[in-house]
């Protein structure tokens, strides 16, 4: 399968051009955008048709046939969200555009149903005590904890493997042996697990220095106790498209203060707001990184996503956020687990 980039034309392109762009790609498709990649228009075969019937010459430019007002997708819509868009608009490809209108991918139909492998290493960090949810944990690691009726890493490794991502390691330290014993080398899938042993707490990025070779494509990071409907393969171009080193999937976060909030000027009294909502993005455990960032991690050494990416930040460009739209759940506390629970039959099926 080519590259996407390879259905890209100009505005300005002839379209005998753009036919012979479609004729020889897998998408029966191109893409007409401008010299930011931002997304004019799309054609396919059947406006070409309808362009010659109507009178326009395969030397005229293709911006006087293309559809300029194409189904698109977001980098934030899950999988479920494009399928059913594709089936509404019987579509058998959609572009994926972000925020700025800019081209990131192209989904296909009989790919969303049976995902193309992909060779990114997922790295699944389950090494945590898990003190929080004591007494849970006290025979049992955190992320094998049951939610719904499976351990919450499975259900996260199961996300991974249904968009086509087969290579994992697991980081494990607290009750280690029953981990490994869960999920083996990872066969009972048709995927392959290896394990970074923490011999003590590593931190969210440590245990990364305990990689034996270094990766040659964008890997994930994401934490062992996160339950969420995000659209990894959408997070990876987004990742790859924005030539960062380092992307961070962040949350909105509420919080409500319980009483009325009073603004004062000296002594004098100016307003009053009544129990406001101070709204926040948080850090959402989850994480795309460019192979070259494992030099900066430490050996053997106590080390936080936030120590890394502070790191990273200090050079422009190197690191962005990818804001997560779709379900997202931390099991930190019992209450998160509980609602989790209730909520897993609903999200996940």
Request: aromatic fraction near 8%; include cysteine; proline fraction near 5%.
């Amino acid at each position: 399968m080519k590259d996407w980039t390879s259905i890209l034309a100009k505005p300005t392109t002839p379209i005998l051009e753009v036919l012979e762009i479609i004729d020889a790609g897998a998408r029966q498709l191109a893409l007409i955008v401008d010299e930011k990649h931002k997304l004019l228009g799309t054609v396919t075969d059947g406006d070409i048709r309808r362009g010659l019937l109507k009178g326009r010459q395969l030397h005229d430019q293709v911006s006087t046939i293309m559809n300029e007002y194409p189904t698109v997708a977001s980098p934030y819509d899950s999988r479920e969200n494009i399928l059913a868009l594709m089936k509404i608009k019987q579509l058998h490809q959609i572009p994926v555009v972000d925020e700025d209108g800019r081209v990131i991918s192209v989904e296909i139909l009989n790919q969303l149903i049976d995902p193309i492998k992909k060779d990114n290493w997922v790295i699944l960090m389950a090494g945590g005590l898990g003190t929080r949810l004591q007494p849970l944990t006290f025979d049992c690691p955190k992320p094998l904890l049951n939610v719904g009726n499976k351990p919450i890493l499975e259900t996260i490794l199961l996300s991974f493997i249904e968009q086509g991502f087969h290579r994992f390691y697991i980081s494990v330290n607290y009750k280690a042996e029953m981990i490994k014993n869960h999920f083996g080398d990872g066969s009972r899938w048709n995927v392959e697990i290896k394990y970074l042993q923490e011999e003590q707490s590593l931190g969210t990025a440590g245990a990364l220095s305990l990689i034996p070779e270094k990766p040659t494509l964008p890997f994930f990071v994401m934490n062992g106790d996160l339950l969420t409907k995000v659209n990894f393969s959408h997070l990876l171009d987004f990742h790859t498209s924005h030539g960062a080193k380092g992307t961070m999937c962040i949350r909105e976060y509420e919080h409500q203060i319980p009483y009325g909030v009073v603004k004062l000027a000296k002594h004098q009294l100016l307003e009053i707001e009544e129990k406001p909502i101070q709204r926040f993005f948080v850090n959402a455990g989850i994480y795309t990184l460019d192979p070259s960032v494992l030099d900066l991690i430490p050996k053997n050494t106590f080390y936080d996503m936030t120590s890394l990416f502070g790191v990273l930040g200090e050079q422009e460009g190197q690191t962005i956020a990818f804001p997560i739209r779709e379900y997202w759940m931390d099991i930190g506390r019992l209450a998160d687990f509980e609602r989790a629970n209730v909520e897993f039959a609903e999200v996940f099926g």
